[in-house]
T-cell receptor
Framework: QQQVKQSPQSLIVQKGGISIINCAYE??????FPWYQQFPGKGPALLIAIRPDVSEKKEGRFTISFNKSAKQFSLHIMDSQPGDSATYFCAASPTGANNLFFGTGTRLTVIP | ETGVTQTPRHLVMGMTNKKSLKCEQH?????MYWYKQSAKKPLELMFVYSLEERVENNSVPSRFSPECPNSSHLFLHLHTLQPEDSALYLC??????????????FGPGTRLLVL
């Protein structure tokens, strides 16, 4: 049973546009929600993370929006750049544990 | 060398072979992880070690055998694998395993092909 559901599977965005990736979860014990970015030939790297006590977190062009009642969270990439082309994974972990449950990933392509 | 390193980067093995994957972290962390990454599937957590003790084993077949001789090194011993075990195997580390909300730092992975 997939603990975190992610969509879309792939996304093509024009340079300068907004990229939006969505995730949903069921387990109310989850209290940490990171996003990881993976380039070809590399391991995933933490991009930005949020806890459920806030509804939004922004770091530069990257924003996480979190809806606790709907059990959904999303990643927004503003002013998308070709260098943002990568696979993005949402994840969640429960209280007091570092076990990460990942989504299936979204392959983002930003075209010039 | 910094971060998390993995060797080999690519491995081809037959179903009767025995091989080992190696992971080393240079971050002073106390927790290490093995993940399996298959196409169009979520990363699957396989094993978690905290201070060299295994704290999690997610129903992984016994043909995968982890070893953590110290907090900087992690091995995954492979024997009599199946073609469906072909995947990218990722190692990660974090400061600890039980506090929650800690960043995991991933290595580049070993691309394994089982023939």
């Amino acid at each position: 049973q997939q603990q975190v559901k992610q969509s879309p599977q792939s996304l093509i965005v024009q340079k300068g546009g907004i990229s939006i990736i969505n995730c949903a979860y069921e387990n109310t014990a989850f209290d940490y929600f990171p996003w990881y970015q993976q380039f070809p030939g590399k391991g995933p790297a933490l991009l930005i993370a949020i806890r459920p006590d806030v509804s939004e977190k922004k770091e530069g062009r990257f924003t996480i929006s979190f809806n606790k009642s709907a059990k959904q969270f999303s990643l927004h990439i503003m002013d998308s750049q070709p260098g943002d082309s990568a696979t993005y994974f949402c994840a969640a972990s429960p209280t007091g544990a570092n076990n990460l449950f990942f989504g299936t990933g979204t392959r983002l392509t930003v075209i010039p | 060398e910094t971060g998390v390193t993995q060797t080999p980067r690519h491995l081809v093995m037959g179903m009767t072979n025995k091989k080992s994957l190696k992971c080393e972290q240079h971050l002073g962390h106390n927790a290490m992880y093995w993940y399996k990454q298959s196409a169009k599937k979520p990363l699957e957590l396989m094993f978690v070690y905290s201070l060299e003790e295994r704290v999690e084993n997610n129903s992984v077949p016994s043909r995968f055998s982890p070893e953590c001789p110290n907090s900087s090194h992690l091995f995954l011993h492979l024997h009599t694998l199946q073609p469906e075990d072909s995947a990218l195997y990722l190692c990660a580390s974090s400061h600890s395993a039980g506090t929650g909300g800690e960043t995991q730092y991933f290595g580049p992975g070993t691309r394994l092909l089982v023939l």
